[in-house]
């Protein structure tokens, strides 16, 4: 057992039992390096501190019954005008833009190179895809740049204070 330990594992100082213990396979002989951290390491702060310029959205109303068939997917002040958003609503990724205060909702993925419409730029009601430029008309969900592509287009309803999407 001992010569087929040391066929398998090396020699308790040799070049494996020293690979096997610097790469963390378990003790080997000295000379290893020591990777723990010392005083001066700092681990990394996960809590952002708070951007007093940033504005925080309102979040979708949780009071609202939206109509049959739609979701709420977000609160009416959630985007300014010419603003885009990705939002999920039933498992699917849907874009949302505000149109000069009328709602629109798309699908959220660029047929070119599945880019996020969300976070596009709205220039009237055509929104553009951030990676490689695709344009397409809100309205209608056909591609200004091929003609050939459309997106899904969902139906927006308003009920309150919730812009509710048809899924």
Not at 51 to 65: H, I, M, N, Q
Not at 103 to 109: E, F, K, L, W
Request: some cysteine; proline content about 9%; charged content about 20%.
């Amino acid at each position: 057992m001992g010569l087929l330990r040391t066929l398998l594992f090396g020699r308790e100082n040799g070049i494996r039992s020293n690979l096997r213990g610097m790469l963390g396979g378990g003790a080997s002989g000295g000379g290893q390096p020591d990777w723990t951290p010392d005083s001066s390491y700092s681990a990394p702060s996960y809590d952002a501190a708070p951007d007093p310029g940033a504005t925080t959205r309102p979040e979708p109303p949780r009071d609202v019954t939206p109509p049959e068939g739609f979701e709420v997917v977000l609160h009416v002040g959630g985007l300014e005008p010419g603003e885009v958003s990705e939002v999920i609503a039933g498992g699917t990724a849907i874009c949302v833009a505000n149109v000069d205060g009328e709602y629109m909702a798309v699908s959220n993925t660029c047929p070119h190179a599945d880019g996020p419409l969300g976070e596009g730029s709205v220039e009237g009601s055509v929104l553009t895809c951030p990676y490689h430029g695709w344009s397409f008309d809100l309205k209608n969900g056909k591609c200004k740049t091929n003609p050939s592509v459309e997106i899904q287009v969902f139906e927006v309803q308003i009920k309150g204070d919730a812009v509710c999407v048809r899924l």
